[in-house]
């Protein structure tokens, strides 16, 4: 994910940062506890798409 991306994109729910999650390839909103995938190589900023982070998720 190159940084100068993350730093222009931004939460389509709550218009909040994003951070990117190298491991599972997500951006993390932590404001709204959703995780927005990659499809080849392209973030789906996509409410429906994105997966509500767990509990453990949340308080990292």
Do not use: S, W
């Given at each position: 994910?190159d940084?100068?991306?993350?730093?222009?994109?931004?939460?389509?729910?709550?218009?909040?940062?994003?951070?990117?999650?190298?491991?599972?390839?997500?951006?993390?909103?932590?404001?709204?506890?959703?995780?927005?995938?990659?499809?080849?190589?392209?973030?789906?900023?996509?409410?429906?798409?994105?997966?509500?982070?767990?509990?453990?998720?949340?308080?990292?």
């Open positions: 994910m940084h100068r991306l993350l730093e222009i994109v931004a939460c389509p729910v709550c218009n909040g940062r994003l951070y990117f999650n190298k491991e599972k390839q997500e951006l993390i909103c932590k404001t709204d506890g959703l995780a927005y995938p990659f499809r080849d190589g392209i973030p789906v900023l996509l409410e429906t798409e994105a997966r509500t982070l767990t509990v453990d998720e949340k308080t990292q």
